[in-house]
């Protein structure tokens, strides 16, 4: 097996976990439904190291934005004109029916699409005008995407999957032990860290989703309809962790959704209809 799917060396200073022998694992059952989470919904308060003060001003601007796809001989305009701001620090959700473009939408503001005019700047920098390279470094650097198929790999444990992201952005390996331990307990999953996504609840896998892209400090997190797997007491929980991570992490959020249960936990709420922004 590669050296990086090998679990940490625990030390005297900062052990960590160990996974549960295969034996073990009927009679820990029990255990871990009595975790933080389901006895209540509380999310642990975890003391962040390295924490930066939040800055001051948009995270995003958005002025005008359009975005059109060629269909045949004609186009489909998908966004009509679209203008937004995100402050630091906010929740900010994009509701909106199927089809009402909001994922779209989403995929620009990470810069994953360009828009077909427009401006979209992240932090003071333009991106729409930035090259594909330049696009993923930043987006490596300071953005975190959470997806609503979770997208984390099969054969390899919570704790893996977080720590492969920390190694895709290049952060150095003396940080990957605390910063991985760090960002599981702040999700709830001290217990369940060295478990794989198959042994895992849809609710324990979408925070280890959340997990793996907190990881690398992003500055914006961007998140497509992260609770629309999940049952209502599970969409409350990770609605809890969002607002969790804004206190301890200084991280602004971004996130599409068409659950009315959650808005009201949003510091701004743009509904989106064909295409546009009402009310």
């Known amino acids: 097996m590669m050296r990086w799917l090998r679990k940490p060396v625990q030390s005297e200073e900062a052990a960590t976990p160990r996974e ?15 975790d933080d989470f389901e006895d209540g919904g509380s999310v642990p308060e975890v003391n962040p190291p390295d924490i930066q003060e939040m800055e001051l001003g948009p995270v995003l601007s958005v002025r005008d934005v359009h975005r059109s796809f060629p269909v045949g001989s004609g186009e489909i305009h998908v966004l009509k004109g679209i203008n937004m701001e995100v402050q630091s620090g906010q929740l900010v959700m994009l ?32 991106l729409h005008q930035l090259n594909d390279d330049k696009r993923t470094l930043l987006r490596r650097n300071q953005i975190g995407f959470i997806f609503q198929a979770y997208a984390l790999l099969p054969l390899l444990s919570a704790w ?5 992201s920390l190694r895709m952005a290049g952060v150095p390996q003396q ?5 991985v331990t760090h960002c599981l307990e ?19 896998q979408q925070r ?22 999940l049952d209502s007491q599970m969409g409350a929980q990770v609605m809890a962790v969002f607002k969790n991570i804004i206190h301890t992490e200084h991280m602004t959020i971004c996130m ?11 510091d701004h709420v743009y509904e989106m209809v064909d295409g546009k922004f009402i009310g």
């Open 160 to 164: 893996e999957n977080v720590e492969l």
């Open 186 to 204: 702040l999700v709830g999953l001290g217990k369940r860290m060295f478990h794989r996504p198959f042994e895992l609840s849809g609710g324990e």
């Open 20 to 34: 549960p022998a295969a034996a073990e694992e009927a009679g820990a059952a029990a255990e871990y439904l009595h």
């Open 208 to 229: 280890v989703a959340i997990a793996k892209a907190i990881a690398h400090r992003p500055k914006l997190l961007l998140a497509d309809e992260p609770t629309a797997n």
């Open 175 to 179: 940080e990957w032990k605390r910063r």
């Open 95 to 126: 509701k909106g029916r199927s089809g009402s473009g909001k994922t779209t939408l989403l995929n620009m503001l990470g810069g994953l699409d360009e828009p077909s005019s427009g401006e979209i700047m992240f932090r003071g920098q333009a």
């Open 256 to 266: 599409t959704t068409h659950d009315p249960t959650i808005l009201e936990v949003a």
